[in-house]
């Protein structure tokens, strides 16, 4: 009945598919652990393809990188139950009854999203201080405050959809690159009036990026949300609303050519060894938002 479904990139999932196997196993339902990976480094290959000996795990390979969303849509043709489990192959069980949290709460016409948080001590190597604090501040949420604004809240990391649903809405594979194909996935289920119940069940997000990655991976992110938008597919997010007010103002080439010229302090901030205010990263993400407009992304 459960799939759990992990696109795997150069990440060794063996913990976390050897506890999903545990609980699993105490189900009492039909279940399958489906392992795609998407062209990682031989070295990981290695190391996860052992898992493939484990009852019920079904593990392949990609020849080619197809990126996060086609991965995502790849998956539910290895499926062969009616519920699929999606998670990110640098998560953690935290829960010690995750999978039966899902299971008591199966539901044909719904989706279950169960959060996702971040260790509470900080890294002691501070490259990784942004993306901790980020994800502490911004995606770490108690499953009441997200269910507040479901849609919003909602991301691909940790989510049970009905495979039935899941054929309506899919991922938009034009997204080739890192970011928003949650976002873009979450306002698909708000046209189609597609429930989310929030659960106090995440999984522990454990690959922290480099504060270089992480910046890098946010405008590719900038990117997409301005490609998506020029595609007539407007996407809500914070940082969308406050272009439009910005540019119902008829402020846009003001503020943009006052960010471009913080742009060097704002990155020298961003990039220091401490904890850093979020409103830089908020407005390093507006400055890249307008430049990718004004270009046509």
């Not at 079904?58 to 519920?83: H, K, S, T, W």
């Not at 873009?184 to 069940?201: Q, R, V, W």
């Not at 205010?277 to 046509?296: N, P, Q, T, V, W």
Request: charged share 25%.
């Amino acid at each position: 009945m459960l799939s759990i479904l992990i696109p795997i990139y150069n990440y060794d999932v063996t913990y976390l598919v050897t506890e999903l196997h545990r609980q699993a196993e105490g189900l009492g339902e039909l279940y399958e652990i489906c392992l795609l990976d998407d062209a990682s480094d031989e070295k990981f290959k290695a190391i996860n393809g052992v898992l493939i000996q484990k009852t019920n795990v079904r593990y392949e390979e990609l020849p080619q990188n197809i990126g996060r969303a086609a991965i995502r849509n790849r998956l539910v043709e290895m499926a062969q139950y009616d519920y699929l489990l999606y998670m990110d192959c640098d998560s953690g069980v935290v829960m010690p009854h995750y999978l039966q949290t899902y299971v008591s709460a199966f539901h044909p016409q719904r989706l279950l999203y169960g959060g996702r948080s971040y260790l509470p001590k900080p890294p002691s190597d501070p490259q990784y201080l942004l993306h901790w604090h980020y994800g502490r501040q911004r995606e770490q949420q108690d499953f009441l405050e997200r269910q507040k604004n479901p849609y919003h809240s909602f991301m691909t990391n940790n989510f049970l959809i009905p495979k039935s649903i899941f054929a309506s809405i899919t991922f938009d594979e034009s997204l080739r690159t890192y970011g928003h194909e949650d976002t873009l996935f979450g306002m698909e289920l708000a046209k189609k009036n597609i429930e989310i119940l929030h659960l106090n069940n995440p999984l522990l997000h454990l690959g922290l990026e480099s504060t270089a990655v992480f910046l890098s991976k946010t405008q590719m992110a900038i990117h997409n949300l301005a490609q998506l938008q020029q595609r007539g597919k407007r996407v809500e997010t914070r940082l969308t609303q406050t272009y439009d007010k910005i540019a119902r103002w008829k402020l846009l080439n003001g503020v943009g050519w006052g960010l471009k010229l913080l742009r060097p302090f704002i990155l020298k901030r961003l990039q220091q060894s401490k904890l850093v205010d979020l409103r830089y990263l908020d407005s390093y993400k507006l400055d890249l938002f307008i430049e990718a407009m004004h270009k046509g992304a």
